[in-house]
């Protein structure tokens, strides 16, 4: 383009084209907006904001230890998928359990139970199997 000569008179603008991926991003928030505009989760999100601006104390520091065992985590699950799941949310699980520990007794008590009702059931499946044949 010269720098001394005028651009033409008679521009027009073009939009371009949908992708596919586009007019599926869009069908989806049409079909999820009846979802996404209860009250529920306008509630939810504007406590979480809340939440967010006034964090109790040392809240972010917290949240900044957990998150780096994730990531170490990640660095050293090499190799293996399950590692790679594993060890993250595991070392989170520990990070968070040091900073959070009556709410990580209350979960593993759940996560007890619940494991132990599982592995019975298993137990009866197995149990009935082997009596069947």
């Not at 992708?19 to 504007?46: K, N």
Request: net charge neutral; hydrophobic share 40%.
């Amino acid at each position: 383009l010269s720098l001394y000569s005028s651009p033409a008179r008679e521009t027009k603008y073009v939009e371009n084209p949908q992708t596919q991926l586009e007019e599926g991003v869009s069908r989806l928030r049409h079909i999820m907006e009846p979802y996404t505009a209860w009250s529920l989760c306008s509630d939810f999100f504007s406590e979480g904001c809340e939440f967010l601006q006034n964090p109790p104390a040392g809240f972010y520091p917290r949240l900044g230890v957990i998150g780096f065992a994730g990531i170490v985590g990640l660095f050293l699950a090499r190799g293996s998928k399950i590692k790679k799941l594993v060890y993250p949310a595991s070392l989170m699980g520990i990070g968070a359990s040091m900073y959070y520990p009556q709410q990580a007794v209350a979960i593993a008590k759940v996560a007890g139970t619940q494991l132990y009702d599982w592995s019975l059931q298993g137990y009866i499946a197995v149990e009935s199997l082997w009596k069947d044949n």
